[in-house]
């Protein structure tokens, strides 16, 4: 049974950072996802299994860092500069294919129980 373990999350002012993690039973692709109140879980960014290849929504290139360390088997997101509009519950999601990285909710295979973001401005 592959467990995530998401921490990291909290409370936080508009323009500071918060490190999120998610420990994982395994090495797989990561991503992380987002949803907030009555909207659809979104793709943030992923990190592939060796850690050399990163993708991310346009709304946080240059804010948000995904990183991994393999040796404990563990992703992090770095969150610099947040918004108001970061506020949402954060997935971290597993996929134990070697494709692609992708954004679709549905290619990842395990899930986080999520931690809460919240940005007040």
């Known amino acids: 049974q592959v467990q995530l373990v998401e921490s990291g999350g909290g409370l936080a002012q508009a323009g500071d950072s918060l490190r999120l993690s998610c420990a994982a039973s395994?090495?797989?692709?990561m991503g992380w996802f987002r949803q907030a109140p009555g909207k659809e879980r979104d793709f943030v960014a992923a990190i592939s299994w060796s850690g050399g290849s990163t993708r991310y929504v346009d709304s946080v290139k240059g804010r948000f860092t995904i990183s991994r360390d393999n040796a404990k088997n563990t992703a992090y997101l770095q969150m610099n500069s947040l918004k108001p509009e970061d506020t949402a519950v954060y997935y971290c999601?597993?996929?134990?294919?070697?494709?692609?990285?992708?954004?679709?909710?549905?290619?990842?295979?395990?899930w986080g129980q999520g931690t809460q973001v919240t940005v007040s401005s």
């Open positions: 999601a597993a996929d134990r294919s070697r494709a692609p990285l992708s954004t679709r909710a549905y290619e990842y295979d395990y």
């Open positions: 395994g090495r797989y692709t």
